[in-house]
């Protein structure tokens, strides 16, 4: 197995698993300028994939990411869809847009890169706490939107940039935080509650990291630290409140068993449990 630690460039995790890469399908959302998305993209790239699909508010910021994906690989087909994670309006366009077009028959990794930071309290058109809402709500649900592509690709993966500031701050119980009166910018940027993956590339490429399991990275290395890592985001049953909570944000079900999830994971609380 190879070694990473903090000084591994993303360079040099393509490089180590190419065959990771070459010819597959990855999505990506918030590809901004100098952000860890444009830098896996570009790093991507280098192992010229089949596709890459940039997703995020405006192309014309997108724009040059594309062209410079082009140069390091031109053989690569990079698409780019319009997307605001704030809007669950947005997300479901954008997911049935993606699902209905010729050029994507799959999607090998999800790479949920998009988020914002110690925002200022505002809620979304939807009604919800927008760090809540952008970080994990849209990823969430535009995630399971696009599981009939993802699960056509060849062993699928999702992987959720996130933060050691997780152990700031529990998703649960009330993520919009008292309407605003009990609001913490830092303890809403911990609340980006998927199931933590941090090193993206590494996580999105490294075979030997099991797929079944909820993995947090640190430093390229699997780590179950309380400083880096809360007991609450490696909980099953706040991972099941946390769905089935999003479940009723989104207002859509979710078929779990076709996700090959071991059921008991997600097995359905009671939402006296949830407040």
Not at 19 to 30: A, C, E, K, M, P
Not at 46 to 51: K, M, N, R, V
Not at 82 to 92: A, E, F, K, Y
Not at 241 to 266: P, T
């Amino acid at each position: 197995m190879v070694a990473f630690g903090f000084d591994t460039e993303g360079k040099e995790v393509v490089e180590a698993f190419i065959d990771q890469v070459h010819g597959r399908t990855f999505l990506i959302t918030g590809p901004t300028p100098s952000s860890i998305g444009a830098y896996t993209a570009l790093a991507l790239a280098q192992g010229q994939p089949s596709t890459l699909i940039l997703l995020g508010r405006s192309s014309t910021t997108i724009q040059p990411l594309i062209d410079q994906i082009a140069h390091t690989s031109p053989n690569t087909r990079t698409l780019f869809f319009p997307l605001d994670l704030s809007s669950l309006t947005s997300v479901r366009s954008a997911a049935a847009t993606i699902l209905s077009h010729p050029s994507i028959p799959c999607i090998d990794v999800v790479i949920n890169n998009a988020g914002i930071m110690a925002a200022p309290y505002t809620r979304t058109e939807d009604g919800f706490e927008s760090q809540f809402a952008l970080n994990h709500l849209g990823h969430f649900f535009l995630t399971n939107l696009l599981m009939p592509k993802v699960l056509a690709g060849e062993g699928m993966r999702v992987v959720n940039v996130s933060s050691y500031q997780n152990v700031f701050c529990d998703v649960l119980p009330d993520p919009g935080f008292e309407e605003g009166r009990t609001y913490n910018a830092f303890k809403a940027t911990g609340r980006r509650a998927e199931i933590l993956r941090r090193e993206s590339r590494q996580a999105a490429l490294d075979p030997n990291l099991s797929t079944k399991d909820s993995i947090f990275l640190d430093d390229c290395q699997p780590t179950t630290d309380p400083k880096l890592v809360a007991s609450y985001a490696l909980s099953q049953s706040n991972a099941a409140r946390c769905w089935n909570l999003s479940e009723e944000m989104v207002h859509q079900k979710f078929n779990l068993a076709i996700y090959g999830l071991v059921q008991e994971y997600l097995t359905p609380e009671s939402e006296s449990d949830w407040f």
